[in-house]
């Protein structure tokens, strides 16, 4: 278990990460529809977690000390959702981000990705909250199109409903801080 200092000098161990989140009052309960249509008992709200300086600190920290042993040129992540979390901790690690459209609608630019990837760069991209891994491999796939190289795919909070299996189907491996059923007991 990784540690993390705080800026108050309070040592953290990576389980408590899902304490801070399920403390952020991210974890709703009641019927949900998910992106993939589904319905949930729960849904965990990625900005209760996302827009809590304190929460946001420890979640960029731990994922800054995850990518320390990698060469990385670019953090990446699906806009909207993860700008806070690639923002964070590209500020963590001084690498630059970068933002990828998950719409077929670009507005500004008409850009696809917001920021720069250029070819040949390794990038780590970071999502939230996964369920089935559909939106962290679209974002991979769109990294690879302009010629970047997806070296990790990290996730806050993994569902635990098939993302890891459908991610290593296409030849990566999802890492994650938290998993429901493992980390977090949803009852």
Excluded: H, W
């Excluded at 709703?28 to 209760?48: Q, T, V, W």
């Excluded at 970071?126 to 491999?137: F, K, N, R």
């Excluded at 299996?165 to 493992?182: A, F, H, K």
């Amino acid at each position: 278990m990784a540690t993390v200092l705080t800026p108050a000098g309070v040592d953290l161990v990576m389980s408590d990460i899902a304490s801070l989140i399920t403390d952020s009052g991210a974890i709703k309960r009641g019927k949900f529809k998910l992106s993939d249509d589904r319905i949930s008992d729960y849904y965990i709200d990625k900005y209760e977690f996302e827009t809590n300086p304190t929460v946001i600190r420890e979640i960029a920290a731990e994922i800054a000390s995850k990518l320390e042993e990698t060469e990385i040129d670019v953090i990446a992540g699906p806009a909207l959702g993860a700008v806070p979390l690639v923002t964070a901790v590209s500020l963590q690690t001084d690498i630059p981000a970068a933002f990828i459209r998950m719409s077929q609608q670009y507005a500004g630019t008409q850009a696809r990705i917001e920021g720069s990837i250029e070819k040949g760069q390794r990038v780590a991209i970071i999502e939230d909250v996964t369920t089935t891994g559909g939106t962290i491999l679209e974002s991979a796939d769109v990294v690879t199109e302009v010629g970047g190289v997806p070296e990790r795919l990290l996730v806050v909070v993994d569902r635990n409903e098939g993302a890891s299996e459908r991610v290593s189907d296409q030849g990566y491996e999802l890492e994650y801080l938290v998993q429901i059923g493992t980390d977090i007991e949803i009852q």
